[in-house]
């Protein structure tokens, strides 16, 4: 029997992009407003009794020390209590597991739980790849964000043999998955040709196997199971969650195939939700690079450890496939302005459950989505959350 | 006063070669047909010293904790001011019970830091003196020194010569000494200054000072013991014509031709590096029938000018010639203005997370400069660095011990980095390394390996310059690959490099 003490019944997002024109303030209004405006009953914002805000880097936006209590201000609930979350790139998606347990606790009935990240206001150089020192502060300098990740693809296709095709899969997806998304970043297909073709970034990543850095904000609206019917007449609850840690650091893992972190997390999550892999209509997972999205299908239980590649080339995670990945675009076409990514993917999710996603609609049999992230200097974090929109 | 053995030798070169014709075309003048060493982005005097002194103590046979002293003598050392020394000994895992000391400020400091060494132990202050000599100087741009100027590094290890080598007669001890001052202003760096100008007329110095110096310091060792003559002199030689004529006035042969010909002049290393060459069986070689083979060295700069005579009895360990110190890659002109900080791009650098001089720094030296784990006395598994690992990766056990890392290893993964902002340069490969004592790391590799480097490989490690922060040298071990497979077994500093290239 899955959780379910807690539902969604509002969730909204802005346009991600290179937002020059808009203030973190105005990202996270717009976020908001979105939320609110998607409340079926409507919502009045002196509702919301707390905000959880989540950002992973105030220092790409230039105020590293306040991150977080400057929203409730800003979108017009200065007074209310307000945490910023930060937990690496599932800083979003924890923002939210916390939110869950705070309307569970019964000390906060509704409670906005809103991610924003300034990627661009500093110059790429400044930015993710800033310092190139992602990895330990004093070591490894030359570490930049694909770092992090393209080694598991070297040892993965010498373990498994996948191959550049089947990464460049992974983008074509989530490329065209993008174009059905109002909200994404790129709007634009791209062929397996030009993956391959696309520069070397950090081999064997190319350009096209790398996600943007995006400006953006996102945010959901959750109560008690029990207040949800006041909003709405589709809520969907919050099904179970799972956070696991890992040693932090890439000389640290037990193997460079798998995110051991996924796999716990997904493992606790299922646990709650009383349901397995199986049961998934749809997952929103974390594709930073085109190989995340390979070891998280592994990981997560969708495939078989190793078959993540072919698995990807013949469309088993395509819009009509066994398992959809990724509807939104994902990370690499939709974007990924990390404290808001968790908190988007989630959005993603609650329009699939509630069936309003459009062009990209998948098919809901079983009632349940996921929403994954992992990240950290050596993928040492992973929350996965599970969405059912069975009471 | 006791009598002082040579114990063993090491020598490096730096990475790159800098032809004299491709300075002399970008200033419109000949340049000349010499070739010049020159320290990669990666390298530098700190580096060189390093890579010498590991393969002079594997050649003596003499573990870093039984050296009781370090002498160092280079011209610039990587801190104006600042923990040169302890930097160095720090990264050869020296004893902190350490004598010793920083001779700087002139090329001369090479031939000092010898002669400090040889004073502690003939007084019996030092049980075993480990003397560094190393250089990589930077020229002003359109001086003279730019096609004259190289780098390199010699290590010696010296030790009383009764009892350093259980009984045998060691390979070759230290004869006479003779040194020299006159006030004259050469080569020099004023404060603030980056690189080292020549202000001289350099066929007047020649002629009337370094000359008539260097050939009175050389003939006051030579002088006065007709059983042994010098039968070979090593020596700076900054415009190729001076060793030359020093030597033809001593009456004896210049052995340090070829090294002064392959790395230009080394400055503070010269003296040594030659000297090793002399000691190399293809050099002087030798005792004959008539007894021990008797080379000497010569060093000069800042004013001051000292020989050395040097008996040798069998061949010294790690006097390999200069063959050893490797061709080297060419680069361009423009390429060593880069790598020696003379080009810079426009625009204000990219800021490191953590400062050189911070807290992170004090706790993070002594084990990035010694390459440290800890090991868990419960399950044997090395969590690295030993600062951030209060506990066991494996077991999560806190029985902890700080151990020096293995050396060489097997590629477990890696990637190459193609898009890093400066001071990185692109390919930059970053390797997961299971070392042979099992421990693991991720470092950087070599971009010469870039193409080649697969899953697997067998590499070995060597201390390099990551970064240069904020001014501050920032130093960490770098992975290369080993052309041997890893099969053999190998030293850490230049042989090891050797191996790999």
């Not at chain 1, 993008?178 to 070397?200: I, N, R």
């Not at chain 2, 001051?304 to 005579?309: D, E, K, L, P």
Request: charged share 15%; proline share 6%; hydrophobic share 45%.
């Amino acid at each position: 029997m899955s959780w379910n003490k807690v539902a969604v019944v509002g969730a909204g997002l802005i346009k991600f992009g290179e937002l020059f024109e808009q203030s973190y303030e105005q990202m996270a209004a717009g976020a908001f407003t979105a939320a609110l405006g998607a409340v079926d009953r409507g919502m009045d914002r002196s509702a919301v009794d707390a905000v959880i805000v989540a950002t992973q880097r105030g220092s790409l936006w230039g105020q590293e020390g306040i991150g977080g209590n400057t929203v409730p201000s800003a979108i017009g609930l200065s007074g209310v209590p307000c945490t910023r979350v930060e937990n690496a790139c599932p800083s979003g998606s924890d923002a939210f597991r916390i939110g869950a347990m705070v309307v569970a606790s019964g000390v906060h009935d509704i409670v906005l739980v809103i991610g924003v990240e300034k990627m661009r206001d500093k110059s790429t150089q400044e930015g993710l790849l800033a310092r190139a020192a992602a990895g330990h502060p004093l070591y490894n300098r030359g570490e930049t964000a694909p770092v992090l990740f393209a080694p598991f693809a070297t040892r993965h296709m010498h373990e498994f043999g996948t191959t550049p095709e089947m990464l460049a899969s992974v983008a074509v997806k989530n490329h065209h998955n993008g174009t059905l998304d109002p909200y994404a970043h790129f709007q634009s297909e791209v062929t397996v040709e030009q993956v391959l073709a696309s520069p070397q970034v950090c081999s064997p990543l190319r350009l096209l196997d790398c996600c943007p850095q995006t400006d953006g904000a996102a945010a959901v609206l959750l109560t008690t199971a029990e207040r949800a019917h006041e909003f709405t007449d589709k809520p969907v609850f919050v099904a179970g969650f799972g956070v696991a840690t890992d040693h932090p650091y890439l000389h640290e893992k037990s193997t460079y195939v798998g995110l051991p972190a996924t796999t716990m997390a997904a493992g606790r999550a299922f646990d709650m939700a009383g349901v397995g892999a199986a049961d998934m209509d749809m997952a929103e997972v974390h594709d930073c690079f085109t190989i995340t999205e390979i070891l998280d299908i592994e990981d997560l239980g969708f495939v078989e450890k190793g078959k993540g590649g072919p698995a990807s080339l013949e469309g088993e995670t395509a819009l009509d496939g066994r398992i959809p990945v990724n509807p939104s675009g994902g990370l690499l076409a939709k974007g990924h302005p990390i404290g808001a990514t968790g908190i988007a993917q989630l959005t993603e999710c609650w329009w699939q459950l509630r069936e309003e996603a459009d062009e990209r609609q998948v098919a809901i049999r079983n009632g349940y989505a996921l929403q994954h992230n992992v990240g950290g200097r050596g993928s040492g974090v992973s929350v996965v959350n599970i969405l059912t929109r069975n009471a | 006063m006791k009598p002082v053995a040579v114990l063993g030798v090491g020598t490096a070169a730096p990475s790159l070669r800098l032809a004299a014709a491709d300075v002399g075309a970008a200033w419109g003048s000949g340049g000349g047909r010499a070739t010049v060493a020159v320290c990669d982005a990666d390298e530098d005097t700190l580096t060189l010293a390093w890579r010498a002194a590991v393969d002079a103590l594997a050649a003596a046979g003499v573990a870093p904790a039984a050296v009781s002293g370090l002498w160092w003598g280079t011209s610039r050392p990587p801190f104006a001011e600042g923990p040169s020394l302890a930097f160095l000994a720090g990264t050869l895992g020296l004893d902190r019970a350490l004598d010793g000391a920083l001779v700087s400020g002139s090329p001369h400091a090479g031939m000092e830091a010898l002669a400090a060494a040889w004073d502690a132990l003939a007084a019996g202050h030092a049980d075993v003196a480990l003397v560094v000599v190393s250089d990589a100087l930077v020229p002003g741009l359109g001086t003279a020194g730019e096609s004259s100027t190289g780098a390199g590094a010699a290590a010696v290890v010296l030790a009383p010569a009764e009892g350093a080598t259980n009984g045998a007669s060691p390979p070759a001890r230290l004869v006479r000494r003779a040194t020299r001052t006159v006030p004259a202003l050469d080569r020099y760096r004023p404060d603030g200054g980056a690189a080292t100008e020549d202000v001289y007329d350099g066929r007047l110095f020649r002629e009337e000072v370094f000359l008539p110096l260097m050939a009175e310091v050389g003939a006051a060792v030579a002088g006065g013991d007709g059983n042994h003559p010098v039968t070979a002199w090593a020596m700076a030689d900054p415009d190729g014509k001076l060793a030359g004529a020093v030597a033809r006035r001593l009456g004896s042969p210049l052995a340090s031709a070829p090294v002064q010909a392959a790395l230009g002049d080394t400055g503070a290393a010269a003296p040594l590096l030659g000297l090793v060459e002399a000691l190399a069986p293809a050099g002087a070689g030798t005792a004959g029938a008539d007894g021990p083979r008797r080379v000497g060295t010569i060093g000069f700069g800042g004013g001051r000018a000292t020989a050395v005579t040097v008996d040798v009895l069998r061949p010294v360990p790690g006097a390999a010639g200069v063959a050893s110190l490797g061709p080297g890659r060419r680069a361009s002109y423009v390429e060593v203005l880069r790598t020696r900080g003379q080009l810079e791009p426009m625009g204000e650098p990219i800021a490191m997370g953590v400062p050189p001089g911070g807290a992170a720094f004090v706790r993070g030296n002594v084990e990035m400069l010694g390459l440290e784990g800890a090991r868990c006395r419960a399950c044997g598994t090395i969590s690295t660095p030993p600062s951030i690992h209060p506990t066991c990766v494996g077991c999560g056990g806190s029985d902890l011990e700080v151990v020096s890392l293995a050396r060489t290893g097997r590629v477990q993964t890696f990637v190459v980095n193609q898009t890093m902002p400066p001071p990185f340069q692109a390919p930059l490969p970053l390797i997961v390394v299971d070392l042979d004592d099992g421990a693991r790391i991720m470092v950087q590799g070599s971009p010469a390996d870039a193409a080649e480097l697969a899953v697997g490989d067998a590499v070995a490690l060597s201390l390099h310059r990551y970064a240069l922060e904020r001014g501050v040298p920032v130093y960490g071990y770098k992975a290369f690959r080993r052309h041997d497979g890893g099969g053999g077994d190998v030293g850490t500093g230049a042989a090891a490099q050797e191996v790999a290239r």
